[in-house]
């Protein structure tokens, strides 16, 4: 134990004591006063919380939420209403309720978090992710374009931006927005494939072999473009491409 830093040592008392019911909730906020010391201390047992480390978000999507998982969200809750204007509070509600299956609660957090006129990224690409779930390009892009005026060098949030135009049929301009996206430093591996994505949408089966095939040797363990090499081939263009590279993507 005297190797552990005192914010680590911290972090495991608190774990400790929260997570077995040693000590109440309300001793631990009065020792803990700091709304930034508690969101850490929760957002990292939220992020592994059982016994075979996994996380809440796991849990969530497995349908298997635990009492743990519960218990956090609402202590995070509850310093959404100590600290409502708190944006990593508010983003940190915003997150655990989407991922809790709750999308209506995340998104009136997030356009509450969006009102606000500072840069926002992180709770803009997530309300799109929700707009976009509903269908609603629009809203999507009306958020993603506000964000972009105040965080211009932000590169997620054109890459975001790319995405409305894509699911809308707008290649072109898809394409721009994930060019934009390069040139203020998105990862390559990231933008080859969804420049594949569109080649693929205009039928330009080659070009997008071509795209997937860059993403995998920028990034071998990303299997995205691996799954989309293997649904084009029964385009010989592509085949042949994929095989003079080295890859089998034969089924």
């Not at 552990?4 to 906020?29: K, W």
């Not at 420049?195 to 363990?221: F, N, T, V």
Request: aromatic share 8%.
């Amino acid at each position: 134990m005297t190797l552990l830093n005192n914010s680590v040592r911290t972090l495991l008392l608190a774990t400790a004591f929260i997570m077995t019911g040693c000590v109440s909730m309300d001793q631990h906020r009065d020792a803990h006063p700091d709304p930034d010391t508690r969101l850490n201390q929760m957002l990292a047992m939220y992020e592994k919380t059982d016994d075979f480390g996994n996380s809440c978000n796991e849990l969530w999507n497995a349908y298997s939420a635990t009492t743990d998982c519960e218990r956090i969200q609402r202590e995070v809750e509850r310093l959404g209403i100590e600290f409502p204007n708190h944006p990593r509070i508010m983003m940190a509600n915003a997150t655990m309720q989407y991922q809790a299956g709750r999308p209506d609660k995340a998104q009136f957090t997030l356009d509450q978090l969006l009102a606000d006129r500072g840069p926002h990224p992180e709770a803009a690409i997530l309300r799109t992710k929700i707009a976009l779930e509903e269908g609603n390009t629009a809203r999507a892009r009306a958020v993603l374009q506000k964000q972009i005026i105040i965080s211009p060098s932000n590169f997620e949030l054109r890459e975001a931006l790319a995405s409305t135009y894509y699911i809308e049929g707008k290649y072109d301009e898809a394409a721009k927005a994930l060019s934009a996206a390069g040139r203020l430093g998105a990862p390559g591996w990231r933008l080859s494939y969804h420049q594949g994505l569109i080649r693929e949408a205009r039928k330009d089966w080659k070009g997008a072999c071509s795209l997937y095939l860059m993403a995998i040797e920028q990034r071998p363990d990303f299997q995205a473009p691996s799954a989309r090499l293997i649904g084009l081939t029964e385009h010989e263009s592509c085949r042949a491409l994929a095989d003079g590279r080295g890859y089998n993507v034969r089924r």
